[in-house]
């Protein structure tokens, strides 16, 4: 098991930046392209991190990394190429490498760190590499966003018109 957990963690380091997965357990299928990690556990890829209950990794053919899935208590951090910060929690997670792109699930909470904007929804999708963010509710709930705003009368001074 050992020698699938190693050539796995290479594989997953072969591309631009590595992917670290830290956990209790892990069972894993080569030929499905099937990893799975459970309890405590911590992946992070550059900047960014993710921890939840359970993580499943999913590879092609050429066992390159095509989709992660975190599911139960999943909280988050990451930055965009834009350097945007976000952190914020949801019950599942779906990463897509190839797009760049974080799909969150289910009781969402999203802070934008950089502007203190936060979005709470069912569904909230981050595109890391072109900043692009949408949510939708469920239920016939409100997603809601809050913005953050300057005041700008307590910055001037004096009294002009």
């Known amino acids: 098991m050992k020698t699938i957990f190693l050539s796995l963690l290479c594989v997953l380091s072969l591309h631009a930046e590595e992917l670290k997965v830290l956990s209790d357990n892990f069972r894993g299928d080569q030929l499905k392209g099937v990893s799975i990690f459970t309890g405590n556990v911590m992946v992070t890829k550059g900047s960014d991190e993710l921890n939840a209950s359970k993580v499943t990794i999913y590879t092609d053919s050429n066992r390159k990394p095509i989709k992660m899935v975190a599911e139960g208590d999943v909280s988050f951090y990451i930055v965009t190429k834009l350097n945007e910060r976000y952190r914020g929690k ?9 797009e760049k792109e974080y799909e969150f699930y289910t009781k969402v909470d999203l802070l934008r760190l950089d502007d203190f904007r936060r979005v709470k929804g069912d569904k909230v ?9 949408s949510a939708d509710s469920a239920n ?22």
């Open 140 to 161: 016939n709930e409100p997603v809601i966003m809050i913005f953050t705003l300057q005041d700008t009368n307590s910055s001037k001074k004096g009294g002009s018109k």
């Open 125 to 133: 999708i981050v595109n890391t590499l072109h900043g692009h963010a």
């Open 90 to 98: 949801s019950q599942r997670a779906v990463y897509l490498p190839d």
